[in-house]
């Protein structure tokens, strides 16, 4: 038997392969993420006596070309949690750190765990591509964050309070009126400048040109606002080009984050288990293929639980000796991306307050029970996830069976 620790980097990997009593097969040695230089590598290790095991730790997206070429290969790969591999072997107080080290680490992991590795399985081409849609929607959420809370700082500073004076939602599009609005009024002087008169009537004519009911005591309310302004900065082109500037940054980010948003909703059309996900109460057109895109094919999990610990959401044992832990949190050892989406799911729960769905009693119940809202939300999104895996994988598996 053959264990062959892969320690993966950018562009490159350190290679050592081990045998039982500690053998050395060859020494460890450096390979290219090259076509022609992972090519060779696998011809390489399939040239090994006896069976070939290959292990390596999930580094975001950097061991997905050596695993796929090793795995399409024919190779036996296992793709582990760093954290299972980060205090192996540690029986040393000197802890140094090299590629090496670590490759033979994961070699002799490998040799203790034979049995047990799990195999890498490649995401369908579908699935990777609606995962990898998600993770950008996640990061220009982020964006488009900071850059709305960056426009709604300047806005204090020229028309404060300009953005709480509309309500109207977002639009498919991604545009807000607000942002809209601020673009053409970008100081409270050019409101407060002309009578009223006047401006209710550029108001309405701004709300025909891009498309917003017009109603006049909305005009007037804004009219009101802006005459009770201060503006910080003076009414320049300076003051202008800032404004402006933003505005255009955090429209280019919401329409950014519409166009991924429908995207992922055709992509998760084309999975077999949407209209079951659609039926799931909670989920969606949005957050239905949020949750399609971090659990993948739920039929890769040997059970409920294997689930909810990708998720991070289950709670370990906390006991020591003759004491009984009694206050478990979340052991976070997961996707947090996947935490994320249950818990915005969880607030539709809670906003909607569905009396005969399950989850939503058992969130209730919780509640009643004086549980902290941190507590009750884990303990629904659980239940939730355990719903969400015998619902879909029972729908996959009749699927398989017609």
Known sequence: MNSVGIDVSKGKSMIAVMRPFGEVVCSPFEVPHTSSELSALAKRLKSLDGETRVVMEATGNYHLPIAMVLHEAGIYVSVVNA??????????????????????????????????????????????????????????????????????????????????????????????????????????????????????????????????????????????AASGCIGVLPKTETTHLLITQAVLQLRATSTALAELKKEMLRLAELLPEFPVVQKIYGTGPTLGPQLMAEIGDVRRFHSKKALVAFAGIDAPPNDSGQIAGNHKAMSKIGSSALRRTLF?????????????????????????????????????????LRIYYATVKAYLDALEAT
């Open 83 to 224: 954290m299972l591999v980060h205090d192996y072997g540690n029986n040393s107080l000197r802890r140094a750190k090299t590629d090496k080290k670590d490759a033979v680490k994961l070699a002799n992991y490998g040799l203790d765990r034979w049995l047990n590795l799990p195999e890498f399985s490649p995401e369908e081409e579908i699935r990777m591509q609606l995962k990898t849609c998600y993770r950008q929607y996640q990061q220009y959420s982020k964006v488009q964050t900071m850059l709305n809370n960056n426009l709604i700082s300047l806005l204090d500073t020229v028309f404060p309070g300009v953005n709480r004076l509309f309500s109207s939602p977002v639009r498919a599009d991604g545009s807000e009126k607000w942002v809209d609005f601020v673009e053409s009024f970008w100081h409270c002087e050019c409101v407060s400048g002309l009578s009223q008169k006047a401006f209710v009537k550029k108001y309405q004519k701004w709300c025909q040109k891009h498309g917003y009911y017009f109603r006049e005591a909305k005009a007037l309310e804004i009219y009101i």
């Open 344 to 384: 915005l799911v969880m607030g539709v729960y809670l906003q909607n307050a569905p009396a005969d769905e399950p989850v939503y009693q058992f969130m209730d119940k919780k509640r009643a029970e004086g549980k902290p809202y941190r507590v009750y939300m884990m303990a629904s999104a659980n239940k939730f």
